[in-house]
């Protein structure tokens, strides 16, 4: 590592020079009190600017650990940083001038919601904060103008890092109260189902927007009050009592006349899975975490999704089971979103029948009398929604203005009348009885089927180059590909589109093998996010990023014999690197001895008399699951009903990745793992 002074000995070295001078700065630079990492630097001025980092060793940032304890505070921590750091920043952008994005300084800007991000991380063993940031390196056309990055680097930016990043400097009673709020939406959340709700939005919640282009409160508006029927109350660490309106598991239908607040309800729920600001209005406004916003998407494709619960018998005898279409219908596309959130354990859906097929949500008596159920392919939702219920229990919030057809199956019937809530439950199933009932099938449905298995990085691993790019929220794109995000509504930053996107091309490259479905890659993606962090997959030239086969060693055989290529090759996890020509026996030998310090390293697990992981010289990731196996194993330590299979559900892998990677790593398979841990407790 170099020192600042060396920085700024080289920024003076390579003023007035050609622009790539600038190549010689990536390195990182202790400044004293942190330390700055040039990551990446841009091609030019009108490039994108070049990828700076910040890191504080945890006893200088001096943030108390009962702050980032627990996962929900450490993202409620790093967004208030965030926050900091990007309100200091924006005061200095472009303070230094010259062509192009000279002077930039750009983080990531956070909206209403609190959301994890990577622009700024905590390490909780140890409270080291790291910050990543852009800079655009100044420049006159396209000559290096380093008294300017001078004046960035060493003027401007540590004001920047001393004021945000360090406890000493910053809003500690602000600080405090980000944690405690966090504290108590955790607390509503955890409670929720427990007390039987789906949802709970608080007395006093402002739920109306400022605009249609805006997520800040509309100021002097009605705010939310619970019918005394559905008011429950919750007693919260820190805020005290607080009461509002639950809705409880079932068929809950919301109705009202137009512009009475019925959809703007629906709004704050859908982004109810995210935890929102003080100030916001909706901060207690909590959802299941699994809600989905159900809706009719025209012109989707799908892929090999089993809609046949819904759609079935087509005139061109189309199979529904394994469907495919690049173009569906407003029907055909709603079907398949219900089934995929299905497939994603969803226990809530929201529908708003302003966006919905009208022929996939209802089938009134008459037209079942007219058009008969033999002649018709849709099943439409009422038919199946109390089934959702009672055999998978999938709630469901519908939202109607139009059709009343609901009132019949609904559980609880709400009004919106001028932005306030009515229990009209009775009143409307009383009135609904002088009203045919639509008729249901006589015959349950079989269970869809989700076994779609994809292997879909064979023509990617032959691109040269693979290029993701984000287009706001709407869409993001993997080369030529496309994926059109318009219609999930749920989305709340540009920056979860990217990490969608990036989380697909890992998937594609690493994860799907044409053998696991889409759950388990979708479950093995998020192992690795919440063990490894989600930067992890913002780098796909990792080779030993899937959990799988991280246990393996890796030998690479190349061509390459310069000493950075040999470098790169051990950073990017590679155990041994050999250049060509090489010799056999010189390889069969690496092998050997790689393999025994393989089994050297799971005979000193056995020994191991009281646990020492970090001893033992795993990679990280296989560091981490040997540390989570233990901690699973020791919480179950008086369970007698403890086993494999509960023990693979718990490590989110299957038994067979379970066993080789403890036979591998441990030299244990699962039993006598479990067993060498409660031996050793």
């Known amino acids: 590592m170099k020192s600042s002074s060396n920085l700024k000995s080289l920024l003076k070295n390579i003023d007035r020079k050609g622009y790539p001078a600038y190549k010689n700065t990536q390195g990182t630079y202790d400044f004293g009190t942190y330390f700055l990492s040039i990551d990446h630097v841009q091609g030019d001025p009108f490039a994108s600017p070049s990828k700076l980092s910040i890191h504080v060793k945890g006893r200088s940032a001096g943030f108390p650990a009962s702050f980032y304890d627990t996962k929900y505070k450490q993202v409620a921590l790093c967004d208030h940083l965030t926050r900091l750091f990007y309100q200091t920043l924006s005061k200095i952008s472009f303070r230094a001038k010259g062509s192009g994005k000279s002077g930039l300084f750009s983080v990531s800007k956070c909206g209403q919601q609190v959301l994890e991000r990577t622009a700024c991380t905590i390490n909780p063993s140890n409270g080291d904060i790291s910050v990543h940031f852009e800079a655009g390196f100044p420049a006159n056309g396209r000559t290096v103008n380093a008294r300017e990055l001078d004046k960035m680097l060493f003027g401007l930016l540590p004001d920047c890092v001393s004021s945000s990043l360090f406890y000493k400097n910053i809003d ?17 959340r955890k409670k929720l189902s427990s007390m039987g709700l789906v949802a709970f939005i608080a007395d006093g919640s402002v739920l109306p927007r400022e605009s249609g282009i805006s997520q800040k409160p509309l100021r002097n508006c009605v705010k939310f009050q ?23 598991k079932g068929i809950t239908l919301i109705v009202g006349g137009g512009y009475h607040g019925k959809s703007t309800l629906l709004k704050a729920l859908e982004l109810g899975v995210y935890d929102h600001v003080k100030g916001d209005g909706r901060e207690f406004v909590i959802t299941d975490p699994t809600a989905m916003k159900i809706r009719a998407e025209d012109g989707r494709s799908i892929t090999n999704t089993d809609i046949s619960m819904f759609i079935n018998n087509l005139p061109n005898g189309k199979n529904t089971v394994s469907f495919d279409t690049e173009d569906a219908s407003g029907s055909t596309s709603q079907a398949a979103n219900v089934v995929e959130a299905m497939e994603t354990d969803s226990s809530l859906f929201l529908i708003d029948e302003d966006t919905s097929a009208t022929n996939f949500m209802i089938r009134d008596e008459l037209m079942q009398r007219v058009v008969l159920r033999d002649q018709e392919p849709i099943t439409p939702f009422i038919e199946r929604i109390r089934e959702l219920y009672e055999r998978y229990d999938i709630s469901s919030i519908i939202v109607a203005g139009s059709c009343g057809s609901y009132f019949h ?62 287009l706001g929220k709407d869409a993001f794109s993997i080369n030529k590909d496309t994926v059109d995000l318009r219609y999930v509504e749920q989305i709340a930053d540009t920056e979860q589109t990217t990490a969608l996107g990036y989380a697909l091309l890992y998937a594609k490259l690493h994860l799907m093998d044409g053998k696991k479905d889409l759950c388990a890659v979708a479950d093995e993606l998020m192992q690795i996010i919440e063990t490894k962090g989600l930067s992890t997959i913002l780098d796909s030239k990792y080779v030993k990023s899937n959990l799988e086969i991280s246990h393996i060693p890796v030998i690479l055989l190349t061509a390459k014999n310069k000493e950075e290529d040999r470098a790169e090759a051990y950073e990017i996890g590679a155990d041994a690197f050999i250049s060509k020509p090489f010799n056999l026996t010189v390889l069969h030998a690496r092998i050997r001895n790689l393999l025994k310090y393989k089994e050297r390293m799971a005979r000193d697990f ?50 067979s990745t379970l066993y080789k990677k403890l036979k591998s790593l441990a030299g244990l398979n699962t039993s006598s793992f479990i067993r060498n841990v409660r031996l050793k407790a």
């Open 409 to 470: 199956p609904a559980d609880h019937i709400i009004q919106m009348d001028q932005y306030i809530p009515k229990d009209i439950t009775t009143a409307a199933k009383d009135a609904a009885k002088d009203f045919p009932m639509v008729s249901l099938p006589e015959k349950k449905h079989p269970d869809p089927c989700f076994d779609r298995c994809f292997n879909a990085g064979n023509h990617l691993k032959k691109e040269r180059k693979i290029k993701m790019k984000t």
């Open 606 to 655: 056995k020994n191991q008399i009281v646990f020492e992981v970090k001893d033992l010289n795993y990679t990280s990731l296989d560091e981490d699951f040997i540390q989570r196996a233990i901690h699973c194993v020791n919480n179950h330590l008086e369970d007698p009903n403890f086993d494999q299979a509960q023990f693979a559900d718990e490590m989110r892998t299957s038994k």
């Open 172 to 188: 500690q009673k602000m600080l405090e109260s980000v944690i405690y709020l966090s504290e108590d939406q955790h607390t509503i």
């Open 226 to 248: 619970s019918p005394d029927t559905y008011r429950v109350s919750f007693e919260l660490p820190h805020q005290g009592m607080i009461t509002g309106m639950g809705i409880p």
